[in-house]
Structures are given as C-alpha cells and as structure tokens.
C-alpha cells in the first residue's frame, strides 16, 4: 500500500515537472500558437494546416496571428499589413517564424536564410526556401539549382514580385565575340552589376537604331554608379555596312551573339528586347519594342541605391 | 490528362448529352420543317408518336445538364491539389485556356436546358403540341452550343497539365492584378455594391409578388430577374465572399463551394441559377397566354414560375444577409 502511494507521488511529481518545462518554451525560440483547422492564410485564403510543411507565422503584439501557407506570403503580409489586416501596424508584429525546409520545424524568421529560385516549388509556386542556418541553405542551394541566399532584411518587395513573375533568370555564363572577333564572357562583364542588356539585330525590321543611342543617353548618366549596358546581336556587321556609322557613338559593349543562345537563356523571343537585370542576376523589368525604354530610370535609380 | 474518377464523369456526361441532343435534333428538324397537326398522313402520325420519346430522352438529357455546371465546378475544385499555385477552382481552371471558356458555356447552356424544359412542360399542358415548332426551334438553337461546350470540355481536360504553375484565386481576383475581368471586379466600391444590390433586389423581388398578385409587369420582371443574376453573381465577388471567408482582401467566388465553408456555395449558386431560369422562363411563356389549348393551366404556371423565382431570390438575399451580419469581419 505504502509502495503504491509512493509510485503514485512520483508519478505527480514527474507530471509537474512536465507539465513546467512544457509551459516554459525553450529560449522564447517556440511560437506561443499552435495551428488550427480553422487558420488561412491573410493574403491567399488558403486553409493552412493542408500545408505543415510551410507554414509561416506571425504573432502581434495583442496576441493576435496569422498562419501562412509558406514565406512568400507572410512577406506579403509584412510588407502591407494594413491591407491584408486592418487596423494592425507592422511594429506591433512581436514575433515571426517560417518552416525550415529540411527539418520541418519553426524557426525565427528574422535568423533565417531564404534560397530562392532553386527547381523546388511551394503550394503557392515559387517560394522562398528557409533554413536555420547558412550551411544547409548553402547545400540545398547546391543541390537544387538555387540562386541566391537570402537575409531577412534583404528580401525586399521587389523580390516577392519577381518569385511571382516568375522572370528571375540567373545571367548565363556564355561566350559573346565583339566586332573584331574577340571573347568575351558574360557573367565576367556584367560581375554583378545592375546591368541593361539590349537584345536586337541590324536585320530586324523593327529595331531603331535610335533605341541604341538614347540607351547610350541612360548609360552615360549612371555608369559611374556601377551601371553596367550591352547591346547583343545575332548577325556580325560587314565593314562599311550603312548602319554601323550610326552606332559609331555608342559608348558601351556591343557583341555578337551568333548561336542566339544568350537571347533563348534569357527567353528572349522578340526583337528588339531590352531587360534590366539587378545586381543578384534577376531580371527586373522586361521590355519588348522600343518603347518604355525611358521608363526604365525610376526603376534603375532605385536599383542603385 | 488526368485519369480521375470526376474528369471521366464529366466527360461522359458532356458525350453522353451532346450525343443524345443530337440524335433529338435529328426528328426535331423533321417535326420542324414536316409538321402539320390536321394531316392524318403516316409521316405525322410517327412524328406524333416519336416527339414523346424525344421529349423524355430531353428531359433527361437537359436535366443532367443542369447538374454538369456543378459537377464541373465540383470537379476543379477536386483537381486543385494537384496543380502548384491552385487552391481551389478558380486556379485549377486557369491551368489552361479552355478552363473558364467552358465554364462560361456551361453557365449559357444551364439557362437554354432550363428554358427549354420550361417551354416542354408547358407544351405538355395542352392536348394539340401548342408549342411544338418553338420547342424545338430552340433545340435547334441550343446544339451547337452543346457541340461547343463539349469540345471545351474536352480540350480543357485533355488538356490538364499537372507540370503547370497555376495562379490561385487569391491572385487572380485581387486588386493588385490590374488586369482582367477578376481585377474589375474586385476593385468595385463594396459599400456602393451592397447599396446596388439590396436596392435592385427589392425592386425585382417587388416586381416578382406584384405580378404574381396582379398578373402584370411579367415581361419587365423577366428582365429584371436576368439582370439581377447578373448583379448578384458580381456581388458574391465584390462584397459577398470575404465576409464569408472573414478576409478582407479574399474575393474568389470558387472559395465558397468548398468543404471548409459548408459547401454555402453550392447552396447559393443553385437558388441564383433556381431564380435566373424560372425568371426569363416567366417572359418566354407570356406570349403564349393567348394560345386556346393552353389556358387556364399556363396562366398558373407562369406565376408558379415568377413565384419560384422571386421565392429563390429571397432565399439567396437571406442566406447572404445572414452571412454578412454573422461574420466576424468588420468592413
């Protein structure tokens, strides 16, 4: 009789103690809410728990939250709060946490690095990857075609809208040869720069050559701030040709793409097509025709910065 | 494609009374052009005999039609965990391009099947086939949409891509899409909707009991209950849905039909498409009151018709009422 009520007690004690540390979430790292049935997500609509292996959360400050079907849309939230919720500021946002890729668990979002544009692709289509730390971004980023590592800070709204265009394409490493024939490699020339590239050839009937000078106009205005501009063709000018004196005061590279290998990597599928590339590789802004080229500063000025 | 017990359903639903209509218009151009009531010639008499069979197998064909339109909705709604980006209907229609055209058919082709079993049973009410040639005219009518909304159906689902990134709903009717019929839409004033279609509302449910009192006023409420499906339709997108869903930026009208909303939406669809047929059936049969054969039965059906119609449209004003004021959101 004594033996069971001592089992008993121990059994109580132990049970507390439980019942303690289960209260106390290790290091404040635990999110204080657990996901219900009920929980969609404030941007898309979707019913979270379909999706355990993205969610996202935000808690604010009055305890309220929001559950997210994967990083994308909880940045969405955080960049407009008061769209997707009403009445709530982004400052009273307390805590924030996304899904770590590999070990399916919730980690700060803040502490995290995102891959993006790797081949693999979350219930709302190209996501941003979270990890807990570099080592096993850096091994997903290898192993799944993934471009760039990403900070909390430095995912911008800019970049949300590119994972959802769909038009982030890394610069291929291609070989270009300029008028007397020599090679000159893409990536190298561009070295992570924010850069134009103009896509048109001297037999296309709709390409201007006037496009190319006021180009050169944008070119001269920002190349010092590390504004990289390349003009690539198909076909190789003969000497004397009528049209390369009209080009004679473009003051930036202009290659030959013979195999038009460099146009297909970048999807390029009419002429002339003028693309404003950002520093980590990812087209920005793509523009068929020559119109809209002047529109391309705000844009490029706010790259620069 | 994708072998799926509800792609195959509807499939052989759309074959199966594409099929069938076809093999009616067959006599129906016949009766059309060969039909003649005082004749006791052998053709007639066959003809007399055969327009029942025809008219069942109709029935039959146009009442299943009248459920294709949910199984098809159903269907998406099914298929969406299969395509990356879609989260209920409206992204699995978008997976291709033949998705909301045959959605759009399918809406036309509910009204005509509707009108024409409306048009049958009035036909049925006299003893001398009254409305033979207008029944089967609009058969005439109704085929080459059927044909077409098959081979729709049909490029659609053969169609499907699994390897496709879709757009979900919360995309494609949003406000920052700047584009497309969803974005129009969306971007409506919602306290000026919900002021139209309260208002509207009460002037066709007005118009509906007046005629049904009075028996004046079909004709212009035919018109209203047509535009007021309409109306109503752009109101679930506008003001109606993220109350539902309690999200204020949620106004996808393909959300509503799912499990996790107590299937609210089939319920409001069916009352909307319920009140849209009976409504414009009311002012297709009005020019037939005259007809001798015909009365007093069709007098009393056409109100039954408004009646219904008006009944369905109050049903859906209350169901939406009652969702408005028990949600939590607060616009």
């Known amino acids: 009789m004594m033996r069971a009520k001592t089992y008993i007690g121990a059994a109580l004690v132990l049970a507390l103690v439980l019942f303690i540390f289960r209260a106390k979430p290790a290091l404040g790292q635990e999110p204080s809410v657990a996901i219900k049935k009920s929980d969609r997500c404030p941007v898309c609509g979707m019913f979270v728990y379909k999706y355990p292996k993205w969610v996202a959360l935000a808690v604010f400050g009055d305890g309220e939250y929001f559950f997210y079907d994967g990083a994308k849309d909880l940045f969405k939230h955080y960049f407009n709060v008061q769209k997707f919720s009403p009445g709530k500021n982004p400052e009273g946002i307390r805590e924030i946490f996304v899904t ?84 000159v490699q893409l990536s190298e020339l561009i070295g992570g720069r924010v850069a134009l590239l103009h896509f048109w050839d001297i037999k296309c009937p709709h390409c201007n050559t006037d496009a190319l000078v006021s180009i050169d106009g944008l070119y001269q205005r920002y190349r010092d701030k590390g504004f990289v501009t390349v003009a690539i063709q198909e076909t190789r000018p003969e000497k004397g040709d009528a049209g390369i004196r009209k080009y004679d005061g473009v003051t930036y590279p202009m290659l030959i793409d013979a195999s038009g290998k460099t146009a297909r990597r970048f999807g390029v599928i009419a002429m002339p097509t003028t693309l404003l590339v950002d520093e980590k590789g990812v087209v920005r802004k793509t523009i068929e025709g020559d119109s809209g080229i002047d529109a391309l500063e705000k844009l490029l000025t706010k790259l620069l910065k | 494609m994708i072998l799926h017990p509800e792609v195959i359903a509807n499939l052989l639903a759309s074959y199966a009374a594409t099929f069938m209509v076809i093999y009616a218009t067959f006599y129906g151009v016949q009766i059309l052009r060969r039909w003649d009531i005082r004749s006791g010639d052998e053709l007639q008499l066959a003809l007399e005999r055969k327009t029942y069979l025809i008219s069942t197998v109709l029935t039959y064909v146009f009442a299943l039609q009248l459920f294709s339109i949910f199984l098809y909705v159903f269907t998406a709604d099914a298929l969406c965990p299969l395509f990356v980006g879609a989260m209920c209907a409206a992204g699995t229609l978008n997976v291709n391009a033949f998705g909301y055209p045959t959605l759009l058919i399918k809406i036309l082709t ?59 709903c919360g995309s494609l009717f949003s406000i920052e899409r700047e584009a497309g019929l969803g974005f129009i839409l969306v971007s409506l004033p919602e306290r000026a909707m919900a002021w139209i279609f309260y208002v509207s509302m009460l002037c066709t449910l007005t118009c509906g009991i007046f005629f049904y009192r009075r028996g004046r006023g079909g004709y212009l409420y035919s018109i209203l209950s047509a535009m007021m499906f309409v109306v109503s339709i752009i109101s679930i997108v506008s003001f109606i849905s993220p109350y539902v869903y309690e999200l204020p930026t949620h106004h996808c009208p393909f959300c509503i039909v799912m499990r996790e909303y107590h299937y609210i939406g089939y319920f409001l669809y069916m009352l909307l498409f319920t009140a849209a047929v009976c409504g414009i059936g009311t002012g297709a049969l009005l020019p037939f009151r005259g007809v001798q054969s015909l009365t007093p039965a069709l007098g009393i059906f056409i109100r039954r018709l408004a009646i219904a119609s008006t009944g369905s449209y109050a049903a859906f004003t209350a169901i939406v009422t009652c969702e408005i004021a028990s949600s939590n959101l607060m616009m």
């Open chain 1, 100 to 183: 770590d890729y590999y070990e399916v668990k919730l980690i700060e979002a803040k502490s995290a690095y995102y891959v993006i544009d790797s081949n693999v692709l979350g219930p709302m289509g190209h996501e941003l990857l979270p990890f807990k730390d570099r080592e096993s971004a850096q091994e997903f980023l290898e192993d799944h075609k993934g471009r760039s590592i990403l900070r909390f800070d430095e995912v911008t709204p800019e970049v949300i809208a590119s994972l959802d265009r769909r038009t982030e394409k890394p610069v291929p490493s291609v070989t270009l040869t300029d008028f007397n024939g020599k090679n």
């Open chain 2, 110 to 168: 509910f009204m005509l099947a509707g009108l024409w079993l409306i048009l049958n049973h009035a036909d049925n009410q006299g003893y001398d086939y009254p409305l033979i040639k207008k029944k089967y005219s609009l058969l005439a009518f109704i085929v080459p949409f059927m044909i077409l909304e098959t081979i729709l159906e049909s490029a659609y689902f053969l169609g499907l891509k699994a390897d496709v990134i879709t757009s979900c």
